[in-house]
């Protein structure tokens, strides 16, 4: 079940905002377990009893570490959470990367293992790295242990998260989980912020979805260079609106339910260097592996050949965590080395730069990184490349070029203003110069909800392509 389904729009969502809200409120981390086991379900059917598993398992080692530590066995917890961590990733590396072992086993030893081909569990990238940082917090002394099974449950199988993220770290919602207050200004602003993404999924990342699909088929041998760059073009748009949509879903449900989840993405196309782009792109990820990578391998405190090292290391685990492929793993290490020469010598000649050099330089190379990101073929993506920069013969434009020119740019432009902090700004100037509660305001704003949500049930209606990128994570 997605969020930009009718079936969750239009009975999944009444149905759990219903009972939530009728049961008191000592019974509502219960609703949210039941429901969300129940959300999980619908897709992963078999790997509900996964998930119960896990939180069995990670409830009582978070216990077993806080006793520990109250003992002062300060062994004790160590080891408890060592096989936390390793428990927890065995469970991903098994279901997520086995094959992949295997399969380049088989070609570098030319043996004939043979493949498990195991479905992976969705949302289990993101719902492991939640976990983990909910044992390592009790561990540290930086969160108080949960004593409630239901409550712990639902922290980790909370609906609204669970699929994409954003990655939530326990001690962010440990106060809210025990003790939240629901409020009307709340689930407003919730409404509000769930509409936003849905707009941005269905009607900007879908549409744009359909335009990359086209020209990613075409091949690279006939993909000229106007073509291959409107393509990755649209990729681009595609993966930010979906999954910044998707987050924002996320965070909007949160917000009627009462929690308040860190925001995931910052308008990251405005970046003025890679360094800058990975601050405002998934902000939950990046936060996580500087938490419990970056800062525990010593980060910057043992000199620069040090920080290098461990700077390679966390971005060969990001493009690693993002799937079981040879790209994604490129892919990390693409952006290690540019952040490497950023803190080396680039950021200095970029904050010199006049700020348009330094946001082309930024959205040339993340255009690029974007190319190694949607091709599993190394040499697919290779080809694409070499079909952006004229090197595959196909020339520089062709009939089929000016027509996606053409039927494309306005959809374009629109998706390069949506994609910039400009209206959110233009809006704030706006109400900063009408009453807060200004009928008039309130109207549009009511008003253009309206229209987000009719659009874009109208859209589900009559669909057949709605994919969500970040399932595959």
Not at 63 to 86: H, M, N, P, S, Y
Not at 102 to 119: E, F, K
Request: hydrophobic fraction near 55%; include cysteine; proline fraction near 3%.
């Amino acid at each position: 079940m997605v969020f930009s389904s009718l079936l969750f729009l239009f009975l999944f969502l009444p149905a759990v905002l219903l009972i939530y809200f009728l049961v008191p409120k000592k019974l509502r981390n219960g609703v949210l377990l039941v429901f969300s086991l129940f959300f999980y379900a619908w897709g992963e059917p078999m790997y509900v009893f996964l998930m119960l598993f896990t939180i069995v398992l990670d409830f009582f080692l978070g216990l077993l570490v806080d006793r520990c530590r109250q003992r002062g066995k300060e062994q004790g917890a160590r080891w408890t959470v060592i096989f936390a961590v390793a428990s927890n990733l065995g469970l991903l590396a098994f279901f997520k990367y086995t094959d992949f072992f295997l399969g380049n086993i088989n070609g570098i030893l030319h043996t004939q293992l043979p493949l498990l081909r195991i479905a992976l569990p969705i949302g289990i990238s993101f719902y492991t790295f939640q976990i983990l940082s909910y044992v390592i917090d009790v561990y540290r002394g930086d969160t108080r242990v949960q004593r409630s099974i239901v409550s712990f449950g639902a922290y980790v199988v909370l609906f609204p998260q669970l699929i994409a993220g954003p990655i939530v770290r326990y001690q962010t919602v440990a106060e809210e989980l025990d003790s939240r207050r629901e409020t009307l200004e709340d689930f407003s602003a919730g409404i509000s912020r769930f509409m936003c993404g849905l707009g941005k999924k269905v009607l900007l990342a879908n549409n744009v979805g359909l335009l990359w699909e086209e020209i990613s088929g075409l091949g690279a041998a006939n993909t000229p260079v106007l073509t291959a760059w409107i393509g990755i073009f649209a990729f681009a748009f595609q993966i930010y609106f979906d999954f910044s949509g998707y987050s924002d879903m996320a965070i909007g449900l949160g917000r009627m339910f009462g929690f308040h989840f860190l925001e995931n993405f910052n308008y990251p196309y405005q970046a003025v260097s890679i360094t800058d782009f990975w601050r405002r792109w998934h902000i939950s990820l990046s936060t996580w592996f500087k938490e419990y990578v970056y800062i525990p391998l010593g980060g910057n405190r043992k000199g620069m050949a040090r920080q290098i090292c461990n700077l390679l290391i966390v971005w060969l685990l990001t493009g690693f965590w993002h799937g079981a492929s040879w790209n994604f793993m490129l892919w990390g290490v693409y952006f290690g080395v540019l952040l490497i020469l950023e803190k080396l010598f680039l950021l200095k000649w970029l904050k010199n730069a006049p700020r348009w050099t330094a946001h082309l330089y930024t959205m040339f190379l993340v255009l690029i990184s974007w190319v190694i990101f949607a091709f599993d073929n190394l040499s697919a993506g290779l080809s694409y490349v070499q079909a952006m920069f004229g090197m595959t013969g196909a020339g520089l434009a062709d009939g089929r070029s000016l027509y996606l020119l053409y039927t494309s740019l306005p959809m374009l432009v629109i998706l390069f203003f949506a994609s910039m902090d400009w209206g959110k700004r233009l809006l704030g100037w706006i109400s900063a110069r009408l009453k807060p509660d200004s009928l008039p305001l309130a109207l549009a704003q009511n008003a253009a909800f309206a229209g987000i949500l009719l659009l874009s049930v109208a859209y589900l209606v009559d669909a057949s392509y709605n994919p969500f990128l970040y399932f595959r994570f």
